[in-house]
């Protein structure tokens, strides 16, 4: 059974900082793409960063000021997110794609959220 584990979301005032961290556990051999969502109230989930070996994506919206990196050896995921916006707020979900444990191949797993709050 893989679990993602996010941590360090909270409330930050506009142009702050915040460094999210998401560590997947289980009986991994290897995860090909780790990444972060996000989903506003009323709105769609939407991607904001993911990569793997060959390649880095940002939405247009967190380009120059959010960060994402790994850790392979510890299946781990962060994001470091800069010049937060009000509309940065959001619940940001951790997901892992075709993950490779002892029991599956190809599995997609998603974290249980941290809330993400700009505010004056």
């Known amino acids: 059974q893989v679990q993602l584990v996010e941590s360090g979301g909270g409330l930050v005032q506009p142009g702050g900082s915040l460094r999210l961290s998401c560590a997947a556990s289980?009986?991994?051999?290897?995860?090909?793409?780790m990444g972060w969502y996000r989903q506003a109230p009323g709105k769609q989930r939407e991607l904001v960063a993911d990569?793997?070996?060959?390649?880095?994506n940002y939405a247009d919206s967190v380009k120059g000021r959010f960060t994402i990196s790994r850790d392979n050896a510890k299946n781990t995921v962060y994001l470091q997110m800069n010049s937060l916006k009000f509309e940065d707020t959001a619940v940001y979900y951790c997901?892992?794609?075709?993950?490779?444990?002892?029991?599956?191949?190809?599995?997609?797993?998603w974290g249980q959220g941290t809330q993400v709050t700009v505010s004056s």
């Open positions: 990569m793997n070996s060959a390649s880095t």
């Open positions: 289980g009986n991994i051999f290897s995860i090909y793409s």
């Open positions: 997901n892992a794609e075709r993950v490779v444990t002892v029991e599956s191949i190809g599995g997609i797993y």
